[in-house]
Each structure stands twice: as structure tokens, then as C-alpha cells.
């Protein structure tokens, strides 16, 4: 009885074993890696099991475009040439990667002698890209009580960056109310497109404004510039007003005043001292032969 028992469980076990024995099953280490621009990185890809002696290893690389080859026929081509090495059994390698190399790569086995002959694995890679410098664009002066914008940008960095505020080297907080010190002021900041605008600027908001973009691989910064604050000077406007307002009456009161007293009309006289023309109206009636009848052309006589 339990010798029979016995010999059922081997034969069980040795079935399980047969079909793995025939099979290529890959796995991976990692199925979403990610690492910086011009450092290394391993796209691992494992055999666990397999009984064919020389697989075939490919990998290819997927992006919008489509599917291209990265490692074919015991070589590495395209544009991984010269940078990635395949490590046994089937890991890619890439010894250098750069901003293009993210995309989903899949390495695909195929073992001929094994009943189920062809598995693959699908890795997403992500290199990371450090923003630049971002471009600052602060005004720098701006009137009492009027809006204000102040731009930063850069496009470089990937992930996308994130923007931060300093104001006097102070990081500006999302939200003005959740800080005394920013707590009256009426900005709102947006950190995914840089953004800081202010409704009405007050005088405590003058001061050296930069900015920062980073991202997981890093950051970078724009230098400080100043906005300056100014108050429109109402007294001083009215002033203004008041000065070409008496200019201007003066200029009338004196162009009258010389009208009235006759320089305009002795100017008149001379103008009428022109010879007037033989004929009153200085036009010449000549008689045109072909068509018998009166054209009349003009001459002026001085
Ligand atoms: C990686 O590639 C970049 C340009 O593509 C090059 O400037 C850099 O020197 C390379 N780094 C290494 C370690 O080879
Ligand atoms: C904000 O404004 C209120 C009222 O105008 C004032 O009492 C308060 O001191 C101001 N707070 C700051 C931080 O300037």
C-alpha cells in the first residue's frame, strides 16, 4: 500500500519536473529601472529555466516608431553600438546611457529544444536628465498695487521639472497664507510651469528673486535679480498736467494777442503784391485743327 503510495508521488513529481525541464521561463531583477544620463545600467534578463544548449538572445528596443534590434545575432547594433555588452546569460548592459536610450526594451529567448520555446520580458527603462539653467524673467520695477509676472523655464531636464521660488534666498511657500512672513502677499505660484504672479504687488514683495528647476537627477538655478517696487507719484502727475496746462494757455493767449495787434495781416498785404496774370483766368483758348473745336490748355505768366 504505501510502497504504491510512494511511487505515485515520485511519478508526480518527475511529470512537474519533465514539463519545466521543457520550457525557457525568463525573469528579471528589475522591471522598471531607471538611472541617470551618462551612468550605467543593467536591463536584467534571466533564465530560470531552460534545456536547449544555445538559445536564441535578442533584445529590441520599443518606442512610438516601433519595435528596432538591439542585440541580434550575438551583436549589439543600433544606437547602443559601442555602449552596452550582453552579460551571460542574457542581461543587457548599457555602459553610458543617454536621454534617447529611455523606451521599453524586451529580450526575447527562444529555445529550440524546449517544448515551450520562446519567452520574453518587457523592461521599461527611464534615464533621468539634470535641467539646465532655467531662463528667469523678473521685472525690475514694477508700480505700487499693479500686477507682476516672473517666469522660469527650462526644458532639458526629465523628468519634467519642477520649479521653485527664493526670495532672498528664502524658498517662497506654495501658498502665501501658510506663512506669516508671505501671508498679505497676493501671488499664487505654480510649480509645474514656474510661474509666479503677483495681483497687486506690495512694497514688502520688492526684493532679489531666483529660481530652480530640478527634477529626481538634479537641479539647477537661475541667478537673483531684483524687483523693485515703486510708488506712482500722484502730486507729481498733477503737477505735470498743471505745467502744460499753463504752457498751453500762454501759447494761446500770445498767438492771439499778435493776431489782434496785425502781425498776421501785414503778412496778407505782401501776399497780394504777386503780378496778376495777362488773362484773369490764366487759361489760353488755342483751336485744335483736326477736330475743329476749342481745347484749352493753362499757362501760367509771372
Ligand atoms: C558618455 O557619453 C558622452 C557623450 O555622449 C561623453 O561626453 C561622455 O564622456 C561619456 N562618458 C563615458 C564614461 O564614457
Ligand atoms: C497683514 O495685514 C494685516 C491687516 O492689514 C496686518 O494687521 C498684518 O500685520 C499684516 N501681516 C504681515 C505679515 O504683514
Known amino acids: 500500500m504505501a510502497k504504491t503510495r510512494l511511487a505515485c508521488v515520485l511519478t508526480l513529481l518527475s511529470t512537474h519536473c519533465y514539463f519545466s525541464v521543457l520550457a525557457v521561463v525568463l525573469k528579471t531583477n528589475n522591471e522598471s ?30 518606442t512610438n516608431k516601433g519595435p528596432s534590434y538591439v542585440y541580434f545575432d550575438g551583436k549589439i547594433s543600433g544606437d547602443l553600438e559601442n555602449r552596452a555588452v550582453i552579460r551571460e546569460p542574457a542581461t543587457l548592459v548599457i555602459t553610458n546611457a543617454t536621454r534617447s536610450d529611455t523606451a521599453k526594451y524586451r529580450c526575447e529567448v527562444t529555445a529550440a529544444a524546449d517544448q515551450k520555446s520562446v519567452d520574453e520580458i518587457l523592461i521599461d527603462l527611464v534615464v533621468r536628465v539634470k535641467p539646465v539653467v532655467p531662463k528667469c524673467n523678473v521685472p525690475k520695477s514694477v508700480p505700487f498695487g499693479k500686477s507682476a509676472e516672473l517666469s522660469c523655464m527650462e526644458e532639458e531636464g526629465f523628468p519634467k521639472s519642477q520649479y521653485q521660488w527664493f ?70 502727475i498733477v503737477l505735470g498736467v498743471l505745467v502744460v496746462v499753463v504752457v498751453l494757455v500762454c501759447m494761446t493767449a500770445g498767438i492771439y494777442c499778435a493776431y489782434k495787434r496785425g502781425y498776421f495781416s501785414s503778412q496778407k498785404q505782401t501776399g497780394n503784391n504777386y503780378k496778376v ?16 473745336d476749342f481745347r484749352h490748355k493753362s499757362s501760367f505768366v509771372i
Open 277 to 292: 496774370p495777362a488773362k484773369g483766368d490764366g487759361l489760353d483758348y488755342v483751336r485744335t485743327e483736326d477736330e475743329g
Open 33 to 62: 529601472p531607471w538611472t541617470n544620463e551618462f551612468d550605467r545600467i543593467e536591463l536584467s534578463c534571466l533564465i530560470e529555466s531552460i534545456s536547449t544548449p544555445n538559445p536564441r538572445i535578442e533584445w529590441k528596443k520599443i
Open 167 to 236: 526670495k532672498n534666498k528664502e524658498e517662497i511657500p506654495d501658498d502665501p497664507k501658510s506663512s506669516l512672513k508671505f501671508f498679505n502677499s497676493t501671488y499664487t505660484l505654480n510649480a509645474n510651469t514656474g510661474a509666479l504672479k503677483f495681483i497687486a504687488v506690495r512694497k514688502e514683495d520688492a526684493g532679489e528673486y531666483s529660481c530652480r528647476a530640478k527634477n529626481d537627477a538634479g537641479y539647477a538655478e537661475c541667478p537673483p535679480q531684483k524687483m523693485e517696487v515703486y510708488n506712482i507719484d500722484v502730486v507729481g
